[in-house]
């Protein structure tokens, strides 16, 4: 059984039911995962790790991070929040945009911020956060976890070499010098906002689909997709409002709801 009596600093949470704080963990979902199928603590959830050694990204990647990281998941009962199993691939989508906005809100600006289809947050060419949505079986039906990373105020020079050159931090695009938002801070507005956005994921709201679309990075750029054994040529064209990526060669457009876009 997973402990969740020290579930950090007695605050109060946007969105939350329970927050379980922890000094270190390996994996913020897998320790998720964990205690929602233990099914004792009360949903929404958040598991927030100020420190996570084996952090899990899409596929078989893996999510480096520092102290100055902000890694978390949330779970929640797709039910209780009338998430039809048709909009859970929109998820990774609609989390952006609430880690976007959120940012933004904070001070955190850039016309260079956006979403790299179909889960990544960057800042131009560079990563700046990733989302994992992932769906888990439990004796009390089924749960979606959120897996978050996002560089607040990452050291560059801790970062591996082969994650240097493409990472960034939001501390690159502060709007005033002097103290900048801590990463409670950080998390409690991106809480606050994911709270307003599952309704409008829920309902289908065509502003939620043009806030991702707004944002897509790829959009005018030449794109390669792995779908399979099969690559995807073409020039972005946009994020439509079922999630898929729009890619055109010329001659058609194909709408992608899977696939791995290569660098």
Do not use: Y
Request: net charge negative.
């Amino acid at each position: 059984m997973v402990d969740v009596s020290d579930s950090g600093p007695d605050r109060s949470w946007p969105f939350l039911r329970l927050m379980i704080e922890r000094a270190e963990v390996e994996s913020t979902s897998d320790l998720a995962a964990r205690v929602v199928r233990e099914g004792n603590s009360p949903l929404p959830l958040g598991l927030w790790a100020h420190r996570q050694t084996r952090g899990r990204g899409r596929g078989d990647h893996s999510w480096w991070s520092d102290e100055g990281s902000l890694t978390f998941t949330l779970a929640i009962d797709p039910e209780a929040h009338g998430l039809a199993r048709a909009s859970e691939p929109k998820l990774a989508l609609a989390t952006a945009v609430t880690v976007i906005d959120a940012m933004e809100g904070l001070g955190f600006r850039s016309p260079a911020l956006g979403i790299r289809w179909p889960n990544d947050i960057q800042l131009g060419a560079r990563k700046l956060g990733g989302i994992l949505p992932e769906r888990i079986e439990t004796p009390d039906g089924p749960r979606l976890l959120i897996g978050i990373g996002l560089n607040v105020a990452t050291d560059p020079g801790a970062m591996p070499p082969e994650i240097r050159a493409m990472a960034a931090s939001l501390a690159e695009i502060a709007d005033a010098p002097g103290p900048r938002p801590g990463l409670a801070q950080c998390l409690a507005a991106i809480l606050d906002h994911f709270g307003a956005n599952l309704p409008r994921l829920s309902a289908n709201d065509p502003d939620l689909a043009r806030r991702w679309n707004d944002l897509d990075l790829l959009r005018d750029e030449p794109v390669r997709v792995a779908l399979g054994t099969r690559i995807v040529v073409g020039i972005g064209s946009g994020i439509d409002a079922d999630g898929a990526l729009v890619v055109a060669d010329g001659r058609k457009r194909e709408c992608l709801s899977g696939g791995t876009v290569l660098r």
